[in-house]
């Protein structure tokens, strides 16, 4: 899986994007290390571009939600932008969608943690 990080200085906020199966395995484990550093930078703003992950298992999802617990717990949010739909419905499967905010682009998503 290839993850890129990009900070958007306006707002504030880490837009962390992938491509690829966020699957059990050295994608998860990727995702864990850069979130890890995301935080640990002090950032609590982070949007997860979902738009090129076509899979998402339990272990993406576990990740997701820790992730969202994490950074609620200091005051941010995580938003997630453009899931597939197998991803989404994966969410819902589980009946987590409705804990993330899910935005069609990454400028509205951005733009969200103005409000």
Known sequence: MEI???KDANRNVQ???MRGDLKVGDAVDDLRRTITQTLGS??????FDLSDVKMLDSSGIGV???????VKQRGGNAKLVNPSEYA????QRVGLAELFQIYHDKETATDSFAN
């Open 4 to 6: 890129q990080v990009r």
């Open 15 to 17: 837009v962390i994007s």
């Open 42 to 47: 002090g950032n609590s703003r982070i949007v």
């Open 64 to 70: 997701l939600v820790r992730t969202l617990t994490a």
């Open 88 to 91: 989404l419905q994966s969410l």
